[in-house]
């Protein structure tokens, strides 16, 4: 497996300091003066012995001061700790990490068919992410096991992200009870006092915007932040269609609902990690229907990344999105233009980074060869950066010849081994899938 993600190149921010502060300025008065509905009665006693300020029975309204003060126990790092110890991540700060795409309820298989998948398919797929190098997790249910019912189905995607890799694995926060099984065999595998100190599996609970969280995800939370494993706080925007339709409102009240989730998480245990989160798309405004991989969803990635930055917290977002139906050139620039907005905006957590295919709705071999081929050329150019280009003097020339004016170049440091290493070269994807499958 590659090293975590460590940054080198320079960031991209479209918005200046005073334009980030007005930002927050507007989520702070959305807390204070408009609320967010916490649809849960433990998290509303919660709040309240927090000190903040309930009203309608749900409606909590917080003071900046009080969110700012809960936020600032977050830690901006932490290790991940995997079943193997060499693949053990550095997180945070100038460390990232590649997540494959979750949730797909169809398969598109070898033979270009769709189809339900099943369990076997989601091993294959775990089998996969572990092979890749570039890949640091096996996620969790990157597609839906079908032949296995719906209450036994989070202990077999477990199982399987456990048993078919040893990197790190995301844990399925589809209910309270879920989460809670979900950690209770982190307890088994690592150990439960292990599960105190180290962060070893990661939790997804998404909002229902505008503003509201419910009590599922809530619930889903708690079990995590009372173990001490990290959850992405993940409000679930449609751009123009929960949010207002331009890009400054659509950001703060996004930045609003995930400050929310993340002082709670600090409320149910001080300290534990947390990570901002988001599912962001856009919609088209003829037919109102999700778009993915387009030009506002990247400025808004790279607006959202200034905001976590001024916090002070790791921030996650979606990686290699698109809406093509198909291996095509459409998922190609799509997926591109995508990845791209994410390394320049310093995404931290780059989840959904292999497989995304006609939106969230399958996941393909022949896309997740892909995606997690095009994770392999991010190092080439974030881990040695502008740190890595040296003006120097090189034997590898035959100097009788080559001209004395032409031996200072400048060139990217090769390996040890010399020139062989010192440029990319691909992967044969259909082999690999095949000796996976």
């Given at each position: 497996m590659l090293p975590a993600l460590k940054r080198r190149m320079p960031l991209t921010e479209p918005m200046s300091l005073e334009e980030v502060e007005r930002i927050d300025a507007a989520s702070m008065d959305i807390l204070e003066n408009v609320g967010v509905v916490f649809r849960d009665d433990i998290a509303v006693e919660d709040w309240k012995r927090a000190g903040a300020d309930v009203r309608d029975g749900d409606r909590v309204h917080l003071d900046r001061g009080l969110v700012r003060q809960l936020i600032a126990t977050i830690p901006e790092t932490f290790t991940y700790h995997a079943r193997n110890p060499a693949?053990?991540?550095?997180?945070?700060?100038?460390?990232?990490?590649?997540?494959?795409?979750?949730?797909?309820?169809?398969?598109r298989d070898l033979n270009d068919e769709r189809r339900n998948p099943l369990l076997e398919d989601l091993a294959n797929f775990h089998k996969l992410a572990h092979m890749l190098p570039a890949m640091h997790s096996s996620a969790h249910h990157i597609v839906e096991p079908y032949d296995h019912p719906i209450s036994?189905?989070?202990?077999?995607?477990?199982?399987?992200?456990?048993?078919?890799?040893?990197?790190?694995?995301?844990?399925?926060?589809?209910?309270?009870?879920?989460?809670?099984?979900v950690m209770d065999m982190c307890a088994i595998l690592f150990g439960e006092d292990f599960l105190e100190e180290h962060p070893v599996c990661t939790g997804n609970c998404n909002g229902n915007s505008p503003l509201v969280w419910d009590e599922t995800m809530l619930g889903a939370m708690r079990a995590f932040n009372r173990r001490n494993q990290p959850v992405l706080c993940s409000p679930f925007v449609l751009g123009g269609a929960n949010t207002p339709a331009s890009v400054a409102p659509t950001v703060a009240q996004l930045n609003a609902e995930a400050l929310s989730a993340l002082a709670y998480t600090q409320v149910v245990r001080k300290g534990c990690p947390a990570i901002y989160g988001h599912y962001l798309s856009t919609v088209s405004m003829k037919s109102g229907a999700p778009m993915a991989g387009t030009p506002e969803i990247s400025l808004m990635n790279m607006m959202i990344g200034q905001?976590?930055?001024?916090?002070?917290?790791?921030?996650?977002?979606?990686?290699?999105?698109?809406?093509?139906?198909?291996?095509?050139?459409?998922?190609?620039?799509?997926?591109?233009?995508?990845?791209?907005?994410?390394?320049?905006?310093?995404?931290?957590?780059?989840?959904?980074s292999a497989g995304w295919t006609k939106a969230p709705w399958r996941s393909a071999w022949q896309r997740a060869f892909a995606g997690m081929t095009s994770m392999r050329l991010s190092p080439r150019y974030q881990m040695w950066g502008l740190a890595g280009i040296t003006l120097a003097t090189r034997t590898h020339w035959r100097t009788s010849s080559v001209p004395s004016s032409c031996r200072s170049f400048l060139t990217i440091t090769p390996s040890n081994n010399g020139w062989p290493k010192a440029r990319w070269r691909p992967m044969n994807g259909r082999s690999l899938i095949r000796a996976t499958c």
């Open positions: 693949n053990n991540l550095p997180f945070g700060k100038e460390h990232a990490i590649f997540v494959p795409m979750t949730g797909a309820p169809y398969l036994q189905r989070h202990l077999r995607i477990t199982y399987s992200s456990m048993k078919h890799s040893d990197k790190t694995f995301m844990g399925m926060t589809t209910s309270p009870k879920n989460a809670e099984d905001m976590a930055r001024f916090y002070g917290v790791p921030w996650r977002s979606s990686n290699t999105l698109g809406g093509a139906k198909t291996l095509d050139a459409q998922a190609g620039y799509e997926s591109a233009t995508t990845l791209m907005a994410l390394q320049m905006a310093g995404t931290k957590y780059m989840w959904q």
